[in-house]
């Protein structure tokens, strides 16, 4: 059995969000694709580490973590490339943003996100795979 450690969240239905995000060709994975118009199509079964760095999962985070976590997991394997960091920060504010969550807090996430990110988006960082007989 193969399997990877670390996640608190698991998702119980498929998602589709619009990203703003426009790659130059579709981005596929078992577990989301990401359309050339910037729809990221999330399915069931995905899991992720919520809010990271202090940052609460509340209503305010755990979706806009969940579409954060995915953008730079497709950096981390090459599916979209590193200079997408940026605007994958940007979607996380928004996203915080219009579900309320105050601009001051959601502009200190972002700038945490911009200062601390770049390791969670590298390639040399993905997540171990383990396996026991």
């Not at 981005?27 to 940052?55: K, M, N, Q």
């Not at 945490?112 to 396996?131: C, I, M, T, W, Y």
Request: a neutral charge.
């Amino acid at each position: 059995m193969k399997y990877t450690t670390g996640y608190k969240h698991q998702l119980a239905e498929s998602l589709a969000v619009s990203t703003g995000i426009h790659p130059g060709m579709p981005v596929e994975h078992e577990y989301f694709h990401l359309s050339i118009a910037g729809t990221l199509t999330i399915r069931e079964g995905y899991a992720w580490d919520g809010a990271s760095g202090g940052c609460p999962d509340n209503d305010y985070t755990l979706t806009p973590s969940l579409i954060h976590d995915i953008l730079y997991q497709a950096m981390r394997l090459g599916l979209l490339p590193q200079e997408t960091r940026r605007a994958a920060d940007q979607v996380f504010y928004t996203m915080c943003r219009d579900r309320g969550l105050n601009w001051l807090t959601a502009k200190f996430y972002l700038k945490a996100l911009h200062r601390f990110g770049a390791s969670s988006a590298d390639p040399q960082n993905k997540k171990e795979v383990l396996e026991v007989p």
